[in-house]
């Protein structure tokens, strides 16, 4: 299995509700990343996980909150969003954090359309 | 802070046609990394090069490495309809902050039958 699969797709959400987004692994890596890309704009960085411990917070607003139960799974907690955090939120994993070069990059999921209504 | 400058911002090609896209860093890179995005889709990687004057292919694409590691290029041959997307380059910076991929603008690409 050489995918991470994240869930669901597409969400609407108010900016009142509590939801989750959920990312899964199975290539045995131990760093896992949460990305946000608005329209027409590059991936921005938000966590870092390596080894289930949250390594780098590129000071997102705590509406945002990560998870990472095990080395397979990545969640991220949203509550009381703002229409401004809509956006495609990819999940990433590699072997381990970068120490170095990683030889095969990064593999990236296929995105949760997140909007916030 | 690392910056990566990528050109053209978008391309429209004629199929057949060949093209060259260009990924220039402030810094020296450490890793370069080529991805293709589809619209609205997640990051497919295509090849990474670390040695300056690496040149890797993978069917038509062809990357490349400058020397001094400041510059990197992705050459399509023959474009096809189905290399069309955004295409990323994306880099460590050489201080490594750790797992921080930047990335470039990116190259919208269009290829017209």
């Known amino acids: 299995d050489t995918e991470v699969t994240q869930t669901p797709k597409h969400l609407v959400m108010g900016m009142t509700n509590k939801k989750s987004l959920k990312c899964e692994q199975h290539m045995g890596h131990r760093a896992m990343y949460w990305y946000k890309q608005k329209a027409k704009k590059p991936p921005e960085l938000m966590f870092v996980y390596s080894y289930e411990k949250l390594s780098i917070n590129e000071s997102v607003p705590s509406r945002f909150s990560p998870e990472c139960p095990n080395s397979s799974l990545l969640n991220l907690h949203l509550h009381a969003l703002q229409p401004e955090d809509s956006a495609l939120y990819l999940c990433?994993?590699?072997?381990?954090?970068?120490?170095?070069?990683?030889?095969?990059?990064?593999?990236f999921g296929s995105g949760t359309r997140l909007t916030v209504v | 802070s690392q910056e990566l400058e990528q050109s053209p911002q978008s391309l429209i090609v004629q199929e057949g046609k060949n093209l060259t896209i260009n990924c220039t860093s402030s810094k020296t890179l450490y890793g370069l990394y080529w991805y293709k995005q589809k619209y609205g889709e997640g990051l497919i990687f295509l090849m990474m090069l670390q040695k300056g004057g690496e040149e890797k292919s993978h069917e038509k694409i062809t990357a490349k490495l400058d020397e001094k590691k400041q510059q990197s290029s992705l050459h399509i041959t023959a474009s096809q309809p189905s290399h069309a997307g955004i295409y990323l380059c994306g880099a460590l910076p050489f201080y490594n902050q750790g797992g921080k991929l930047i990335f470039g603008q990116g190259t919208e690409l269009s290829v017209k039958p």
């Open positions: 990433a994993s590699s072997q381990e954090r970068a120490v170095g070069v990683l030889s095969h990059g990064y593999t």
